[in-house]
């Protein structure tokens, strides 16, 4: 590995800005200091020996992103207390068992806490031990994630980011985010939330969070989401709260309530952008409704359409 890393520091003319270090002393390399002192994002796993952090937090004084992959056990401690004024950090685990390394994340998570006000992007994927969120004030994006429902994520309702553009989360319960959403400031531009499989997911929780984006969002331009069948009309009122709305990615739909969501889009194309539609886990799928899509891309009111997917999220222009 170290001759591999060496055919990069001997050249004088590379900087390099973004690392995924192994476990070696590259801080024992010649010229590696004025390579990696401009680093500014750093991945590593919390199995990094003592030796190679050390050297790391001596070398690299500029780190703005860190994504640390944490292990179930044998986590080391000291990685928690190596950066200062971060402004992107992502708790990545490598494992999917329901328990792990409490006393660490509490470490970890704690020591975050102390230069919280810096972070503007954060990105979680097991539920936090601490009360950490409730210190990250300045966030302007979330990515949650967990590997199982029952997870209750409860601190989420309790959480206030005023500053907050985009929110994305992978099965998390829909209520929780809901209470989240209502404790934003109006600057939420994307609500992502991958829900499929959620047994908690009803027609109320569905409506709680319409209504929170109605109310809290009207900046809103890209939503993904359930949508059931007793819902949809709950649609409308989404759509003339939040004009500028570009892309809808609905992620559960029966083919038989198509003709009401296209209704619910055309009397509400008047003076809006044509939109992008994503849908995933249609049924029924046939000519009828490819050529109901193709009317309504003649008038403007759909921009483009895919459906089956498999959650592949759009590609804005």
């Not at 994927?125 to 199982?148: G, H, M, R, V």
């Not at 600057?187 to 929170?212: K, P, V």
């Not at 992620?251 to 044509?274: Q, T, V």
């Not at 193709?294 to 590609?315: P, R, T």
Request: proline share 3%; hydrophobic share 40%; with cysteine.
């Amino acid at each position: 590995m170290n001759e591999i890393i060496r055919l990069f520091v001997n050249d004088e003319n590379t900087n390099i800005t973004h690392i995924y270090i192994p476990n070696c002393q590259i801080h024992l390399i010649p010229e590696a200091k004025r390579c990696f002192s401009e680093i500014e994002f750093l991945s590593c796993n919390t199995k990094t020996s003592d030796s190679v952090l050390t050297g790391l937090t001596d070398m690299c004084q500029s780190i703005k992103e860190l994504e640390l992959v944490i292990n179930v056990k044998n986590n080391n401690h000291e990685i928690a207390r190596s950066s200062k004024k971060l402004v992107s950090v992502s708790f990545l685990t490598s494992y999917d068992e329901s328990a792990h390394d409490i006393l660490f994340c509490e470490v970890l998570e704690n020591s975050l806490i102390k230069h919280a006000n810096t972070i503007q992007h954060f990105k979680i994927t097991k539920q936090p031990t601490t009360q950490i969120l409730s210190y990250l004030i300045n966030l302007k994006s979330l990515e949650l994630a967990s590997d199982f429902y029952n997870e209750k994520w409860h601190r989420l309702e309790n959480f206030s980011t005023p500053f907050l553009q985009i929110l994305r989360a992978r099965r998390v319960s829909v209520k929780p985010l809901a209470g989240l959403i209502e404790n934003t400031s109006g600057y939420l531009t994307e609500f992502n939330i991958n829900n499929g499989g959620d047994s908690t997911l009803n027609n109320r929780i569905i409506i709680q969070a319409i209504q929170a984006i109605c109310k809290k969002c009207p900046n809103l331009k890209y939503l993904k989401l359930s949508l059931m069948s007793t819902n949809i009309l709950e649609l409308e009122k989404l759509l003339i709260n939040c004009q500028y709305l570009e892309g809808l990615y609905i992620l559960k739909i029966d083919a038989i309530y198509w003709g009401n969501l296209f209704e619910i889009l055309a009397k509400s194309s008047p003076n809006r952008h044509p939109m992008l539609l994503h849908f995933i886990q249609i049924l029924q799928f046939d000519l009828e409704h490819k050529n109901l899509i193709e009317k309504y891309k003649e008038e403007g009111i759909v921009k483009s359409f895919a459906y089956n997917i498999f959650n592949e999220d759009f590609e804005w222009d």
